[in-house]
């Protein structure tokens, strides 16, 4: 009986053991189903020495936005011309200038009387955008030629509403290209200074604004002949300024009356016809800007090199030799 009883004791002590074993693994099933699953992210694989070097010594840079890019306005030049002995000289002298200006930049070439194959061919090989436009006007006058040209770029622009900063660049004139950049902060209108060469000596004056800072306090004239009721309102010529060109064609933009007299007239000698075309622009020194800062740069330059009119080359070649000076023996 004793060995009996011994007997169903430790079979009821090994049966206790085993559901206490069970009811732990259940417990631990519970623990794990109500813990919350964690996604473990992918691995990364490993940078090799050069590649983990290259990682810390380049940091992020920022994103760049549209807005953060500067954007310049259009530059648009007016050259008047016609076919003569230094017209090439002239034509390439100033498309150099203008090919280091940078981008964007509109070269508009007014010729007189047609398109010419000369002038065609300088302008192809330029490297600089451009429009080679005509003035058909049948006179001999110079004066009278010149404003036709001009009046067709006034024209030109008006038609096509380009927007952008427009100035006379005469072929004649010596220009540094700062003078270019320096017109992409006009905003409205603005003015420098020019250095003349006058009389027969080599002597230079000053034509141009007086400026403290970008303001205007006073003019550089060139002495003339000139009676007192016809005195210049602002002493300057066409190389001293640049305008807004939507001043021409936009004149709710500036708050203005239609402009459709902005142009350039015939009539008025010693500097009156550039004085009257600017006061159609503006009002006072007060809306004229001085570039560069204080007026303190000589940018363009007026030499009177022209010589007296002789005959040209077809298309600049000589078909027919010359008689020689020195034979060759």
Known sequence: MSLFHEGVIETETMGTRVKESKTVLVEKELELIDEPQIQESPPVRALLDDEADFAESSPALPAIEESDIPVKKLLIIVTITSVRPQQAYYLNRLAHVLK???????????????????????LRSS????????????????????VCQRNNAIYH???HHLDGIMHFADEERSYSADVFEE????RRFGSWPVAIHVG???RAVLEGPICKGNRVMGWHTVQTVQKKSSTRRFPIGFSAFAFNSTMMWDPQRWNRPPMDSVMVHSGGRGGLQESRFIEKLVKNERQVEGLPDNCSRVMVWNFNLEPP?????????LYKNLEPDMPVT
Do not use: D
């Open 309 to 317: 009119r002789v005959n040209y080359p077809t298309g600049w070649a």
């Open 183 to 186: 017109m992409q902060k006009i």
């Open 127 to 146: 490297g600089v955008m451009y429009r080679h436009l005509i003035c058909r006007k049948n006179t001999t006058s110079v004066r009278k030629i010149a």
């Open 200 to 202: 027969t000596k080599y």
């Open 100 to 122: 280091a200006v940078q981008a964007p930049l509109l070269w508009l070439v007014v010729e007189w009387p047609e398109q010419s194959y000369e002038t065609a061919e300088i």
């Open 157 to 159: 622009v008006k038609r």
